[in-house]
C-alpha cells in the first residue's frame, strides 16, 4: 500500500503543500522504515487554513442541521467502506496491530460521525416563559475550531473532534501529531467525497509550533487538544493568554480495583486490556491495578499464564496481539521506565526489557511486563509511562484503597471489579476520575461522555456532552409589552 499522500496538508477541499517547512516523517514503526515524507505547514499555510476556513463556516452555519448531519453520516459510511485500506494505512502508520485498527480506529470515528451526524437536526435552544414577555435561547457554533490530536488514535481522535464540532455548524482545523500524520487526510478526503463544503474540515501538518501558532490565531474561536498534561498547561496558558474557549483531553495514571469477590478472570482479562492493548498506548489505561491481597497470587497466576499466550510480532499480520510502540523516543522512554520498576524494588513478575521479532529488524518492540508488590511510592505507579507496563499493588480495606486510589494529580477513568452491587456504586461515587468502569475496563462507546477530572482535562468529549463545548448559547428576551424608563 502507498502510504505516502497526494499532499502534505488538506485545505479548502484540496491538497496543499509547503515545500519550505520543515520535513516530517511518518515511519512504520514495525521496521523503522520511512514510508511517507510530508513538510510543516509555514506561516502562508497557517494563513490560508484559517482563512478558507472561516469562509467556509460561513456557509456551512447557514447550511440546515438536518443536511450537516446527512453529511456527516455519508462521511461514516466512506469510512466503513474504507475500512480495510484505513486501518492498514493506520496500521503502519502507529504500528498498531491490524487486528486492533480493523476494529477500533476508522470503526470507531465512523460511529462518531454517525451518532453526531444523527444529533445534528435537534440541537436545540429552549422557551423561558417571562409571565407575558418571554425568552428563547439559541444554540450557535462558535466558529473556527482548532483540532490538535495525539498519535496513539490519530483518526479516531480526529473524528471525536470534528463530528461534534462540524454537527454545531463549526469549521476545523487539525492539526494531527506530527509522529502520525497520514489518516486525518484521509477522513478529510471521506468528509469532501460526501458533501462537506471545501474550508469546513482541513488538515494542516506540523510540529508543537504550528499547533502553537494555530491557538494564538486571531481567527480560531477554539481549540481542542488531545495529549500529555504538560502540553495541556502549555495550550492553556496560550489559550488563556488569547481568551480562547478549551477542551483538554490529557494524560492518565488510572486504578483498576479489584475486590476479592471479583471473578477473576473477568478482571484478569480487564487488566490485560487495560495495559496491553495498543502496547499499554491509551490514555485512560489502568496502570495501577489495586488487587486483593486474599486473590493476589490466583490473579498473578493467570495474568502471567495469559500474557504468555500473547502473540508479539509483525502488527500487518492479522494473529498478531502486540505491535511495536509508535517510536524510538517512545520505546526509549518505556524501557526505561522497565528498569526503574526493578530499581525501585518492585518485583517483575514477566516481560520488562526489549522484544525480538526474528522477520523484523529495527521495530520499537517491548515486552508485555508486569509488576508485583509495587508501592504508592515508586515512581511506575504514579507517572505516566504509555506502554505496556502493568503495576499490580496490594490492598486490604475498601477505604484504604480508595484513599490510594485517589492520591493521584490525575482523575482520567477508573474501574471497579466485584460481584457487590452497593460496593460496586459506592466505590465508583468516591473515586475521583471522569470515566468510569464497573466489571469492565475501557470500553468508550461514542454515546458516553468522556474526559478527565483534576490534571487529566477540560471538558468531555463524546455524548451529548460534548454538544457544550461545541456551541453557544445566545439567550433572546422578547419584550410584549411597554418599556418603562425612569425619566
Ligand atoms: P503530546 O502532548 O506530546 O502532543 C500532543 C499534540 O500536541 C501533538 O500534535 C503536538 O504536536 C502538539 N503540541 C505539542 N506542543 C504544543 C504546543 N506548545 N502548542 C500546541 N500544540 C502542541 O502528546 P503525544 O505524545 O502525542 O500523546 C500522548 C499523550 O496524549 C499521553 O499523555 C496520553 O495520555 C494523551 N492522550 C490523551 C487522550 C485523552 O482522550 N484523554 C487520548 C490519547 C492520548
Same mark, same amino acid.
Given at each position: 500500500m502507498r502510504a505516502q499522500p497526494t499532499g502534505s496538508h488538506y485545505i479548502n477541499g484540496r491538497f496543499h503543500d509547503s515545500p519550505n517547512g520543515a520535513e516530517l516523517v511518518s515511519i512504520f514503526p514495525a521496521t523503522g522504515e520511512v514510508i511517507a515524507k510530508l513538510n510543516a505547514a509555514d506561516d502562508e499555510t497557517i494563513e490560508l487554513a484559517m482563512s478558507m476556513a472561516e469562509s467556509g463556516q460561513k456557509i456551512w452555519a447557514a447550511t440546515p442541521p438536518l443536511e450537516r448531519g446527512r453529511v456527516l453520516q455519508k462521511a461514516a459510511a466512506i469510512l466503513r467502506e474504507k475500512n480495510r485500506e484505513l486501518s492498514v494505512l493506520e496500521t503502519l502508520d502507529t504500528g498498531k496491530p491490524l487486528q486492533e485498527t480493523l476494529v477500533a480506529d476508522a470503526a470507531s470515528g465512523a460511529d462518531c460521525l454517525e451518532y453526531f451526524g444523527n444529533l445534528a437536526g435537534s440541537l436545540t435552544g429552549e422557551h423561558i416563559d417571562l409571565g407575558g414577555s418571554f425568552a428563547y435561547t439559541k444554540r450557535e457554533p462558535l466558529g473556527v475550531c482548532v483540532g490538535i490530536g495525539a498519535w496513539n488514535y490519530p483518526v479516531q481522535i480526529a473524528c471525536w473532534k470534528a463530528a461534534p464540532a462540524l454537527a454545531c455548524g463549526n469549521a476545523m482545523v487539525f492539526k494531527p501529531s506530527e509522529v502520525t500524520p497520514l489518516t486525518a487526510l484521509r477522513l478529510a478526503e471521506a468528509l469532501t467525497e460526501a458533501g462537506l463544503p471545501a474550508g469546513v474540515f482541513n488538515v494542516v501538518q506540523g510540529f508543537g509550533?504550528?499547533?502553537?501558532?494555530? =491557538?494564538?490565531?486571531?481567527?480560531?474561536?477554539? @481549540? !481542542?487538544?488531545?495529549?500529555?498534561?504538560? %502540553?495541556?498547561?502549555?495550550?492553556?496558558?496560550?489559550?488563556?493568554?488569547?481568551?480562547?474557549?478549551?477542551?483538554?483531553?490529557?494524560?492518565?495514571?488510572?486504578?483498576?480495583?479489584?475486590?476479592?469477590?471479583?471473578?477473576?478472570?473477568?478482571?484478569?482479562?480487564?487488566?490485560?486490556?487495560?495495559?496491553?492493548?495498543?502496547?499499554?498506548?491509551?490514555?485512560?489505561?489502568?496502570?495501577?491495578?489495586?488487587?486483593?491481597? !486474599?486473590?493476589?497470587?490466583?490473579?498473578?497466576? &493467570?495474568?502471567?499464564?495469559?500474557?504468555?499466550?500473547?502473540?508479539?510480532?509483525?502488527?500487518?499480520?492479522?494473529?498478531?496481539?502486540?505491535?511495536?510502540?509508535? !517510536?524510538?523516543?517512545?520505546?526509549?522512554? @518505556?524501557?526505561?521506565? #522497565?528498569?526503574?520498576?526493578?530499581?525501585?524494588?518492585?518485583?517483575? @513478575?514477566?516481560?520488562?526489557?526489549?522484544?525480538? @521479532?526474528?522477520?523484523?529488524?529495527?521495530?520499537?518492540?517491548?515486552?508485555? %511486563?508486569? $509488576?508485583?508488590?509495587?508501592?504508592?511510592? #515508586?515512581? =511506575?505507579? &504514579?507517572?505516566?509511562?504509555?506502554?505496556?507496563?502493568?503495576?499490580?499493588?496490594?490492598?486490604?480495606?475498601?477505604?484504604?484503597?480508595?484513599?490510594?486510589?485517589?492520591?493521584?494529580?490525575?482523575?482520567?477513568?477508573? +474501574?471497579?471489579?466485584?460481584?457487590?452491587?452497593?460496593?460496586?456504586?459506592?466505590?465508583?461515587?468516591?473515586?475521583? *476520575? +471522569? %470515566?468510569?468502569?464497573?466489571?469492565?475496563?475501557?470500553?468508550?462507546? =461514542?454515546? #458516553?461522555? $468522556?474526559? +478527565?477530572?483534576?490534571?487529566?482535562?477540560?471538558?468531555?468529549?463524546?455524548?451529548?456532552? *460534548?454538544?457544550?463545548?461545541?456551541?453557544?448559547?445566545?439567550?433572546?428576551?422578547?419584550?410584549?409589552?411597554?418599556?418603562?424608563?425612569?425619566?
Open positions: 509550533d504550528v499547533g502553537a501558532k494555530l =491557538i494564538a490565531h486571531p481567527k480560531t474561536a477554539k @481549540v !481542542s487538544l488531545t495529549g500529555s498534561v504538560p %502540553t495541556g498547561s502549555k495550550v492553556a496558558a496560550l489559550a488563556g493568554e488569547h481568551l480562547k474557549k478549551i477542551t483538554l483531553e490529557l494524560g492518565g495514571k488510572s486504578p483498576l480495583i479489584v475486590f476479592e469477590d471479583a471473578d477473576i478472570e473477568n478482571a484478569v482479562s480487564a487488566a490485560i486490556n487495560a495495559n496491553f492493548y495498543s502496547s499499554g498506548q491509551i490514555c485512560s489505561n489502568g496502570t495501577r491495578v489495586f488487587v486483593h491481597s !486474599s486473590i493476589k497470587q490466583a490473579f498473578l497466576k &493467570r495474568l502471567v499464564e495469559r500474557t504468555g499466550n500473547a502473540v508479539l510480532g509483525d502488527p500487518l499480520n492479522e494473529e498478531t496481539n502486540i505491535g511495536p510502540l509508535v !517510536s524510538k523516543p517512545q520505546l526509549e522512554k @518505556v524501557l526505561s521506565y #522497565m528498569r526503574i520498576g526493578q530499581d525501585e524494588g518492585a518485583r517483575l @513478575v514477566c516481560g520488562g526489557g526489549a522484544a525480538e @521479532v526474528a522477520t523484523l529488524h529495527g521495530g520499537y518492540f517491548v515486552q508485555p %511486563t508486569v $509488576f508485583a508488590d509495587v508501592t504508592d511510592q #515508586m515512581r =511506575i505507579a &504514579r507517572e505516566e509511562i504509555f506502554g505496556p507496563v502493568m503495576s499490580v499493588l496490594d490492598f486490604e480495606t475498601e477505604d484504604e484503597v480508595l484513599a490510594r486510589a485517589n492520591a493521584t494529580e490525575f482523575g482520567l477513568a477508573a +474501574g471497579v471489579f466485584t460481584k457487590d452491587i452497593q460496593r460496586a456504586h459506592r466505590v465508583i461515587d468516591s473515586l475521583q *476520575a +471522569g %470515566t468510569c468502569w464497573i466489571n469492565t475496563y475501557n470500553l468508550t462507546p =461514542i454515546e #458516553m461522555p $468522556f474526559g +478527565g477530572y483534576k490534571k487529566s482535562g477540560v471538558g468531555r468529549e463524546n455524548g451529548h456532552a *460534548a454538544i457544550e463545548y461545541y456551541s453557544q448559547i445566545k439567550s433572546v428576551y422578547v419584550e410584549m409589552n411597554g418599556v418603562e424608563a425612569p425619566f
